[in-house]
């Protein structure tokens, strides 16, 4: 076989024909579309980079608020004699570091639980009402916890009545939330379930059903780990249960 002669131009690509013409002619009365097009592309691309981008900006924005809430959420309450000290940051009450954590801002991701526990704590009940019942049905630890708080700031609104009737009905709405609380006898949180559906029932006058509740509280606590073992203890002592 004869060596090929290099010393030759190769020959120009041929065009590609389709139908008897080529891609390019084919595309030439398009080509102002496809201009037009492509621009429209460009700039579409770039405003989704800067939709991405600003959105990305605020939620990195974002987790920073949310960072220095919880900063916030975790300093210290000075005693009762102690004077503040700048360079340590502390607060004079859970209420007073509360009102400090909300006025962050941020906490959109924190969860209705942690929220709704903030507003309680700063008093404000009625807002602590509304963001724990959106948390009511998750399935998950978030909704025992909002159950939980919701039947804790029922009671605290109930115990802030001077009606009788108005008090008892309170007392009634925040033992139907702490029954609905953790209905699985062996789901998180059964213990402390109990124990406040106890309480309840103390609060309306109910000893027999309070001790059968602190009693079968006692045997899930026992089961679960024994973590409020020393509450339920208290309160079985206080009915005169050994």
Not at 162 to 183: C, H, N, S, V, Y
Not at 198 to 212: D, I, P
Request: charged share 30%; glycine share 10%; net charge positive.
């Amino acid at each position: 076989m004869a060596a090929k002669d290099v010393s030759k131009a190769a020959e120009p690509p041929k065009p590609v024909h389709v139908g008897g013409e080529s891609l390019i002619d084919r595309l030439l009365p398009h080509l102002k579309k496809i201009i037009v097009g492509t621009i429209v592309l460009a700039v579409l691309l770039t405003t989704i980079g800067a939709v991405r981008w600003f959105r990305d900006r605020k939620q990195m924005a974002a987790t920073d608020q949310l960072a220095r809430a919880l900063e916030i959420a975790r300093e210290p309450i000075r005693g009762k004699d102690e004077k503040p000290d700048p360079k340590k940051p502390s607060f004079a009450s859970d209420k007073e570091r509360a009102v400090a954590v909300l006025a962050a801002n941020g906490l959109e991701a924190a969860g209705a639980a942690y929220r709704g526990g903030l507003m309680l704590d700063a008093g404000k009940i009625d807002d602590a009402i509304a963001e724990y019942r959106k948390g009511l049905a998750d399935k998950t630890i978030e909704g025992v916890l909002c159950r939980e708080g919701l039947g804790m700031a029922l009671e605290a609104k109930a115990s802030a009545e001077k009606d009788p009737t108005a008090r008892q009905k309170g007392f009634e709405e925040a033992l139907a939330a702490f029954a609905a609380m953790q209905p699985d006898e062996g789901g998180l949180r059964r213990p402390y379930a109990l124990y406040h559906q106890g309480r309840m029932q103390l609060l309306l006058g109910k000893r027999s059903e309070a001790k059968a509740l602190f009693e079968s509280a006692k045997q899930a606590n026992k089961e679960a780990g024994g973590e409020i073992s020393e509450a339920i203890e208290k309160r079985l002592a206080a009915l005169g249960a050994t």
